[in-house]
């Protein structure tokens, strides 16, 4: 490709032990353009890049700079090259200050090797100003904002001089106030001469932004086009590789009694505030509240509250009536299916096998999974759920012996969703169920989410995904700042009513105005 | 006045190898590492030092094998933990097995003797008497006068502060600790920096070991570190690596180890002013853990 | 698990040549210094029989280790445990004067009884006072270690004896030998059997391991995390205090000054080379206490000293243990190698 300053060739990724992350990739980046890198979830947007800043070893493949063929063992050399990566979880070091941060690997030195830190402070300072980023050097990164971090990262790779930024989701974190002053600084780099690669899966801020866009589905690329020539609607398609039903189908919610209620649920966090702040909200059978907001805003800890991983200071929650308020974790399993957000933090035990995974909870809460008078666990009882869990929720997996961390990630949270489902509980508590999982398991995760409303549980959905929300609750609420701070029905408000009040708005009347 | 003399030089005398293997272990904490074999390095430094001061008639070489016996100890956690990827609480406690396992053979091999070894032939390292200082009443006799490696873990000790506190290499050593996948992304390689800790570890160990068994005394014992190890791992802990903190706690169990020795004579039986130090390291981890609920 | 076994043979194998390379390099033959090795442990009758007594501290000490790891414990009082359980098991057997069927389950239960008290206590300053059960048992050892030595020393010295021991316990208390193995054996396996029953096929062996490999997920699955702490606790001290006793009863039948010392890690090192499982704990242990064994006939017969075998231990350990780790990333290249091939058809 004529005048491509990047140039991967056939690139391929295979992460032990069988999980194809890449293959046969080949995309070209021109210098001084905005190229965003887009597709959803696993589609191998974020080790492409890995690959090309040296963090992740390509298995087959070239990678070419101005020409010539590079091949970057780390990071280092990476930069060396003129090639800096702002990663999605921002990795700074919050004991360290802002210009002890952005020296960090690269500090001027003085004999002995002591650290110039006067040199390293004038040369930040100057950075900061040549970039007008607005930054107090010697701030704590601890104490400053998401967004200040974002800068605080890029400035780090203008600091060592980098024509090439790699922006991995950049806008994930930030408020669309903060999007906006992102951008702008963005295109102000994109004219002084530099290169930026940027991830999301964002298409509106895609469109918007970037000069080329290159989609990737399932590890390979499906399309490279300017972006003034795509529509929102063809970029969806080739994300995602059909026509997107935006509205999914379903029947109108006929709620019943109310299942799960909250009344002025307070938890104090560590530093004496309330991380949740008085939230009341019920949750009728037969209806799904979806819970929204910017991520950090007390999603976190209201899901710590009602499973009894951290203390309430004020205020009850109950199940059907059972106040489980300070009740102990195995009390309220009895009334809550639980999915956790994380699966290998919270949902699962990757080591462990399959059948040790499917059964836990059931072991206690059901007497048939006991024998020898209640010491011995009953394999055969085990078996026969992990087999109930396979046909029922549709599990591709070889025997329950296998260990879980076999399964690809689809079919591990279908093993969590039958283990909690089957507990038959009246309340079901999902978290973020469907991060990092492809199109065909969300639509999976979504359809049972609507079934089991119809059977009339009550379903609260935590989501910091807005559209997932509007697809499949019926009552959204919305939380910032640790509060609850609107309680809409879906059919009577738009993304941006809810948009409004997830950066915390509280004025209705401006809401509507607003949308 | 005499007693205080002698309590405050048998807390040196206590105070320095833990002293020594902490800060070793300082640099390994704020690297990441989780590294228990300060015991086993300081074990096989002990040896070494007999070594080479018996057969090359030099303490100074002595103290040269006990370095570089600590090294190969460093080397094989470097081979096992970094590049191979074992666990580092495995590979550790392997280590410090293989140190007790490693020093009594060679001990039976070497020296042909069971349990210790001593003889003549072992050079002692010195003691420093002060030009100017040492002349002062009072002060004289608290500054001067004592054995070498005193001196230097002293020295050790300030030079650990500034090279933590006040380097690029330590500014890279506390990242490394902080946050590894940010070091890395910074273009600065994790592995490296964590295999210059370890070496900084064994260079200390090793002296830690040296003090041991050509400081205080002149023979090498069976296992002859005695747990030291693990308890300069709990003062690492128990200060989050500070050096100052560190030298505050050697000198406290150094106090304690003083006493050990100071109440042989007395009543009290032996055993149990023996188990002082470990009773001590029970009390300040207490102390640690009740603060810590609190602040947490 | 075949994965495992395989790993640990290769493993054992390559330590052993490493091991015969030293040998080689001191000059001595090899194949005749493993040969003595085994003639003196599993070829004779005599030896065997001591390679069997020899095992009791060391598969005991091991499921102590192996329970506690597995259920994501760093109890490593291993060593405090056995002397304050031999310690128990000496007081009863001295001072209860009662006939054998009675006495010596209550030797037994007094030295699992001192073994569980001593991790109680650490069991306690965790639960209390949230001190890391990692230090606290370390120092414990070293307490538990010097009180032994006073009570041998003074209350309990046999003044007839020259270095520090007790009186013999009532013969009423002393283990018999069943064919010529010591009935101590009986109840080491006795031990492992009950072991597995626990961790394989129990629902707290279950939950057990469950909070041992992510203990969030055993906490919000309903398992009460913090009871199964001071049970795991309690339960892998009585096994350490266990094997104290029945060294006492089976052995020298006194509480001798050192009677722990030689016994001192190589719990937690079985249970580190056998990757927690109880099987392997149970086939290591035999192992070590074969090399154990076999060292003082190999010292007798070529002139390689038996210490040698404390070097060899600890190659096995870490050969093994890294060897587990390197097998896994190979075999993980070749899976890598083969899902590369094919998704590019």
Same mark, same amino acid.
């Given at each position: 490709?004529?005048?491509?300053?990047?140039?991967?060739?056939?690139?391929?990724?295979?992460?032990?032990?069988?999980?194809?992350a890449?293959?046969?990739v080949?995309?070209a980046?021109? @210098?001084?353009?905005?190229?965003?890198?887009?597709?959803?979830?696993g589609?191998?947007?974020?080790?492409?890049?890995?690959?090309?800043?040296?963090?992740?070893?390509?298995?087959?493949?070239?990678?070419?700079?101005?020409?010539?063929?590079?091949?970057?063992?780390?990071?280092?050399?990476?930069?060396?090259a003129?090639?800096?990566?702002?990663?999605?979880?921002?990795?700074?070091?919050?004991?360290?200050?802002?210009?002890?941060?952005?020296?960090?690997?690269?500090?001027?030195?003085?004999?002995?090797?002591?650290?110039?830190t006067?040199?390293?402070?004038?040369?930040v300072?100057?950075?900061?100003?040549?970039?007008?980023?607005?930054?107090?050097?010697?701030a704590?990164?601890?104490?400053?904002?998401?967004?200040a971090r974002q800068?605080?990262?890029?400035?780090?790779?203008?600091?060592?001089?980098?024509?090439?930024?790699?922006?991995?989701?950049?806008?994930?974190?930030?408020?669309?106030?903060?999007?906006?002053?992102l @951008?702008?600084?963005?295109?102000?780099?994109?004219?002084?001469?530099?290169?930026?690669?940027?991830?999301?899966?964002?298409?509106d801020?895609?469109?918007?932004?970037?000069?080329?866009?290159?989609?990737?589905?399932?590890?390979?690329?499906v399309?490279?086009?300017?972006?003034?020539?795509?529509?929102?609607e063809?970029?969806?398609?080739?994300?995602?590789?059909?026509?997107?039903?935006?509205a999914?189908?379903?029947?109108?919610?006929?709620?019943?009694?109310p299942v799960?209620v909250?009344?002025?649920?307070?938890?104090?966090?560590?530093?004496?505030?309330?991380?949740?702040?008085?939230?009341s909200?019920?949750?009728?059978?037969?209806?799904?509240?979806?819970?929204?907001?910017?991520?950090?805003?007390g999603? @976190?800890?209201?899901?710590?509250?009602?499973?009894?991983?951290?203390?309430?200071?004020?205020?009850?929650?109950?199940?059907?009536?059972?106040?489980?308020?300070?009740?102990?974790i195995?009390?309220?399993?009895?009334?809550?299916?639980?999915?956790?957000?994380?699966?290998?933090?919270?949902?699962?035990?990757?080591?462990?096998?399959?059948?040790?995974?499917?059964?836990?909870?059931?072991?206690?809460?059901?007497?048939s999974f006991?024998?020898?008078?209640?010491l011995?666990?009953?394999?055969?009882?085990?078996?026969?759920?992990?087999?109930q869990?396979?046909?029922?929720?549709?599990?591709?997996?070889?025997?329950?012996?296998?260990?879980f961390?076999s399964?690809?990630?689809?079919?591990?949270?279908?093993?969590?969703?039958?283990?909690?489902?089957?507990?038959?509980?009246?309340?079901?508590?999902?978290?973020?169920?469907?991060r990092?999982?492809d199109?065909?398991?969300?639509?999976?995760?979504?359809?049972?989410?609507?079934?089991?409303?119809?059977?009339?549980?009550?379903?609260?959905?935590?989501?910091?995904?807005l559209?997932?929300v509007?697809?499949?609750?019926?009552?959204?609420?919305?939380?910032?700042?640790?509060?609850?701070?609107?309680?809409?029905?879906?059919?009577?408000?738009?993304?941006?009513?809810?948009?409004?009040?997830?950066?915390?708005?509280?004025?209705?009347?401006?809401?509507?105005?607003?949308? | 006045?005499?007693v205080f003399?002698?309590?405050?030089?048998?807390?040196?005398?206590?105070?320095?190898?833990?002293?020594?293997a902490?800060?070793g272990?300082?640099?390994t904490?704020?690297?990441?590492i989780?590294?228990i074999?300060?015991?086993?390095?300081?074990?096989?430094?002990?040896?070494?030092?007999?070594?080479?001061?018996?057969?090359?008639?030099?303490w100074?070489?002595?103290?040269?094998?006990?370095?570089?016996?600590?090294?190969?100890m460093?080397?094989?956690?470097?081979?096992?933990?970094?590049?191979?990827?074992?666990?580092?609480?495995?590979?550790?406690?392997?280590?410090?097995?293989?140190a007790?396992?490693?020093?009594?053979?060679l001990l039976?091999?070497?020296?042909?003797?069971?349990g210790?070894?001593?003889?003549?032939?072992?050079?002692?390292?010195?003691?420093?008497?002060?030009?100017?200082?040492?002349?002062?009443?009072?002060?004289?006799?608290?500054?001067?006068?004592?054995?070498?490696?005193?001196?230097?873990?002293?020295?050790?000790?300030?030079?650990?502060?500034?090279?933590?506190?006040?380097?690029?290499f330590?500014?890279?050593?506390?990242?490394?600790?902080?946050?590894?996948?940010?070091?890395?992304s910074?273009?600065?390689?994790?592995?490296?920096?964590r295999?210059w800790?370890?070496?900084l570890?064994?260079?200390?160990?090793?002296?830690a070991?040296?003090?041991?068994s050509?400081?205080?005394?002149?023979?090498?014992?069976?296992?002859?570190?005695?747990g030291?190890?693990?308890?300069?791992?709990?003062?690492?802990?128990?200060?989050?690596?500070?050096?100052?903190?560190?030298?505050?706690?050697?000198?406290?169990f150094?106090?304690?180890d003083?006493?050990?020795?100071?109440?042989?004579?007395s009543?009290?039986?032996?055993?149990?002013?023996?188990?002082?130090?470990?009773v001590a390291?029970?009390?300040s981890?207490?102390?640690?853990?009740?603060?810590?609920?609190?602040?947490? | 698990?075949?994965?495992?076994?395989?790993?640990?043979?290769?493993?054992?194998?390559a330590?052993?040549?490493?091991?015969?390379?030293?040998l080689a390099?001191?000059?001595f033959?090899? /194949?005749?210094?493993?040969?003595?090795?085994?003639?003196?442990?599993?070829?004779?009758?005599?030896?065997?029989s001591?390679?069997?007594?020899?095992?009791?501290?060391?598969?005991?000490?091991?499921?102590?280790?192996?329970?506690?790891f597995?259920?994501?414990?760093?109890?490593?009082?291993?060593?405090?445990?056995?002397?304050?359980?031999?310690?128990?098991?000496?007081?009863?057997g001295?001072?209860?004067?009662?006939?054998p069927?009675?006495?010596?389950?209550?030797?037994?239960a007094?030295?699992?009884?001192?073994?569980?008290?001593?991790?109680?206590?650490?069991?306690?300053?965790?639960r209390?006072?949230?001190?890391?059960?990692?230090i606290?048992?370390?120092?414990?050892n070293?307490?538990?270690?010097y009180?032994?030595l006073?009570?041998?020393t003074?209350p309990l /010295?046999?003044?007839?004896?020259?270095?520090?021991?007790?009186?013999?316990?009532?013969?009423?208390?002393?283990?018999?030998?069943v064919?010529?193995?010591? *009935?101590?054996?009986l109840y080491m396996?006795?031990?492992?059997?009950?072991?597995?029953?626990?961790?394989?096929?129990g629902?707290?062996?279950?939950?057990w391991?469950?909070?041992?490999?992510?203990?969030?997920?055993?906490?919000?699955?309903?398992c009460r995390?913090? *009871?199964?702490y001071?049970r795991?606790m309690?339960?892998?001290?009585?096994?350490?205090?266990?094997?104290?006793?029945?060294?006492?009863?089976?052995?020298p039948?006194?509480?001798?000054?050192?009677l722990?010392?030689?016994?001192a890690w190589d719990?937690?090192?079985?249970?580190?080379?056998?990757?927690?499982?109880?099987?392997?704990?149970?086939?290591?242990?035999?192992?070590?206490s074969?090399?154990?064994?076999?060292?003082?006939?190999?010292?007798l017969?070529?002139?390689?000293?038996?210490?040698?075998?404390d070097?060899?231990?600890?190659?096995?350990?870490?050969?093994?243990? *890294?060897?587990?780790?390197s097998l896994n990333l190979?075999?993980?290249?070749?899976?890598?190698?083969?899902?590369?091939?094919?998704?590019?058809?």
């Amino acid at each position: 490709m004529d005048g491509a300053l990047i140039d991967l060739q056939h690139i391929s990724k295979v992460f032990p032990p069988a999980t194809v992350a890449l293959s046969d990739v080949s995309v070209a980046f021109r @210098f001084g353009e905005i190229h965003a890198l887009v597709g959803e979830n696993g589609a191998g947007k974020t080790t492409l890049m890995k690959v090309l800043y040296g963090l992740e070893r390509r298995d087959r493949g070239d990678i070419l700079l101005r020409g010539e063929h590079v091949d970057f063992r780390n990071p280092r050399e990476a930069i060396a090259a003129g090639i800096g990566m702002v990663h999605q979880e921002i990795l700074l070091i919050p004991e360290y200050t802002v210009w002890q941060n952005i020296v960090l690997g690269a500090e001027p030195v003085r004999g002995l090797c002591t650290l110039d830190t006067r040199t390293a402070r004038e040369r930040v300072a100057r950075k900061i100003e040549e970039f007008q980023f607005n930054l107090d050097p010697d701030a704590p990164v601890s104490g400053i904002s998401v967004a200040a971090r974002q800068k605080v990262e890029i400035l780090k790779l203008l600091y060592r001089d980098v024509s090439v930024l790699i922006l991995d989701e950049p806008t994930a974190v930030l408020a669309p106030q903060e999007i906006g002053q992102l @951008f702008s600084e963005l295109e102000h780099l994109r004219d002084r001469g530099h290169t930026i690669l940027f991830i999301s899966h964002r298409l509106d801020e895609v469109l918007g932004l970037s000069d080329q866009v290159t989609v990737m589905r399932k590890g390979k690329v499906v399309a490279t086009s300017p972006a003034s020539a795509l529509t929102k609607e063809e970029l969806a398609r080739q994300m995602v590789g059909r026509s997107v039903v935006f509205a999914a189908e379903r029947s109108p919610a006929e709620p019943g009694e109310p299942v799960f209620v909250a009344q002025g649920l307070t938890v104090m966090g560590a530093d004496g505030r309330e991380t949740l702040d008085h939230v009341s909200f019920e949750v009728r059978s037969g209806e799904i509240v979806g819970v929204a907001g910017v991520e950090g805003n007390g999603q @976190f800890e209201l899901v710590n509250a009602i499973m009894g991983l951290s203390p309430v200071t004020a205020g009850s929650l109950s199940v059907q009536g059972f106040d489980l308020t300070h009740a102990d974790i195995l009390a309220r399993r009895r009334y809550i299916s639980f999915v956790p957000q994380d699966r290998g933090k919270m949902g699962a035990s990757l080591p462990a096998s399959i059948l040790e995974n499917a059964i836990m909870t059931h072991h206690i809460l059901d007497r048939s999974f006991r024998r020898w008078g209640g010491l011995g666990l009953n394999y055969m009882r085990a078996s026969a759920l992990t087999s109930q869990i396979q046909t029922q929720f549709d599990v591709s997996m070889e025997n329950g012996a296998a260990p879980f961390e076999s399964l690809s990630g689809g079919n591990q949270q279908k093993v969590i969703l039958g283990r909690e489902l089957l507990l038959e509980a009246p309340l079901v508590l999902m978290d973020q169920p469907t991060r990092g999982l492809d199109v065909g398991s969300t639509e999976y995760v979504h359809r049972l989410l609507i079934d089991l409303r119809n059977q009339k549980k009550a379903v609260l959905l935590v989501s910091a995904d807005l559209d997932e929300v509007f697809t499949v609750a019926d009552r959204i609420i919305v939380m910032s700042r640790g509060q609850l701070v609107a309680d809409l029905r879906t059919d009577e408000t738009s993304r941006e009513e809810v948009g409004y009040y997830m950066l915390g708005g509280k004025d209705a009347s401006h809401a509507q105005a607003d949308a | 006045m005499n007693v205080f003399y002698g309590l405050y030089s048998a807390m040196l005398v206590g105070a320095t190898p833990i002293l020594l293997a902490a800060i070793g272990g300082a640099f390994t904490y704020y690297a990441g590492i989780f590294n228990i074999a300060m015991e086993g390095m300081m074990l096989v430094g002990a040896f070494c030092a007999v070594l080479g001061s018996f057969f090359l008639h030099s303490w100074m070489l002595g103290i040269v094998s006990a370095i570089a016996g600590a090294l190969v100890m460093a080397g094989i956690f470097v081979l096992f933990a970094v590049r191979l990827h074992t666990d580092e609480f495995l590979t550790g406690i392997a280590l410090n097995l293989f140190a007790v396992g490693l020093t009594t053979f060679l001990l039976r091999d070497i020296f042909h003797v069971k349990g210790a070894f001593t003889d003549p032939g072992i050079v002692a390292v010195p003691s420093i008497t002060l030009p100017l200082l040492g002349k002062i009443p009072v002060l004289g006799r608290l500054v001067s006068g004592y054995n070498a490696i005193i001196y230097v873990a002293l020295l050790v000790t300030i030079a650990s502060a500034f090279v933590v506190f006040r380097t690029s290499f330590g500014l890279r050593l506390r990242a490394a600790g902080y946050n590894a996948a940010c070091l890395n992304s910074s273009g600065v390689q994790t592995p490296g920096i964590r295999v210059w800790s370890l070496v900084l570890c064994a260079v200390c160990c090793g002296l830690a070991g040296a003090y041991l068994s050509l400081g205080s005394v002149r023979l090498f014992a069976e296992n002859m570190s005695a747990g030291r190890g693990w308890i300069s791992l709990a003062a690492v802990i128990l200060v989050s690596g500070n050096p100052w903190g560190i030298s505050i706690i050697s000198l406290l169990f150094g106090f304690f180890d003083g006493l050990t020795v100071f109440l042989q004579g007395s009543a009290i039986p032996t055993q149990f002013t023996a188990m002082i130090p470990y009773v001590a390291t029970l009390v300040s981890l207490y102390f640690y853990s009740v603060q810590k609920r609190k602040t947490s | 698990m075949r994965k495992q076994t395989l790993s640990g043979i290769l493993g054992v194998l390559a330590a052993l040549m490493i091991g015969g390379l030293v040998l080689a390099l001191q000059g001595f033959n090899p /194949f005749s210094t493993y040969g003595a090795l085994l003639q003196y442990s599993l070829f004779s009758a005599s030896g065997l029989s001591a390679m069997l007594s020899r095992a009791v501290p060391l598969v005991l000490t091991g499921l102590s280790a192996s329970i506690a790891f597995g259920s994501g414990l760093n109890n490593l009082g291993q060593p405090g445990q056995l002397v304050i359980g031999a310690l128990s098991a000496t007081l009863v057997g001295l001072f209860v004067p009662l006939p054998p069927l009675v006495l010596i389950p209550m030797c037994i239960a007094a030295s699992m009884a001192g073994g569980l008290l001593w991790s109680g206590l650490a069991a306690v300053l965790r639960r209390a006072f949230a001190m890391d059960e990692f230090i606290v048992t370390l120092m414990l050892n070293f307490i538990a270690d010097y009180f032994t030595l006073w009570a041998i020393t003074y209350p309990l /010295f046999d003044p007839t004896a020259l270095s520090p021991m007790t009186r013999p316990v009532s013969t009423h208390a002393w283990l018999s030998e069943v064919a010529g193995i010591n *009935a101590s054996v009986l109840y080491m396996v006795a031990a492992t059997v009950l072991c597995w029953l626990l961790m394989s096929k129990g629902v707290s062996g279950y939950e057990w391991r469950m909070m041992g490999q992510n203990r969030l997920f055993a906490r919000i699955g309903g398992c009460r995390v913090d *009871a199964h702490y001071v049970r795991v606790m309690l339960v892998t001290g009585a096994l350490a205090g266990l094997a104290g006793g029945l060294m006492v009863m089976g052995g020298p039948h006194r509480f001798v000054k050192g009677l722990g010392a030689n016994y001192a890690w190589d719990g937690v090192m079985i249970a580190v080379v056998a990757n927690n499982s109880i099987p392997g704990t149970f086939f290591y242990g035999l192992l070590f206490s074969m090399l154990q064994q076999g060292a003082i006939g190999m010292e007798l017969v070529t002139a390689v000293p038996s210490e040698f075998i404390d070097v060899l231990q600890a190659i096995i350990v870490l050969v093994v243990v *890294a060897g587990r780790v390197s097998l896994n990333l190979v075999f993980d290249h070749i899976a890598t190698r083969k899902k590369l091939r094919e998704s590019l058809q």
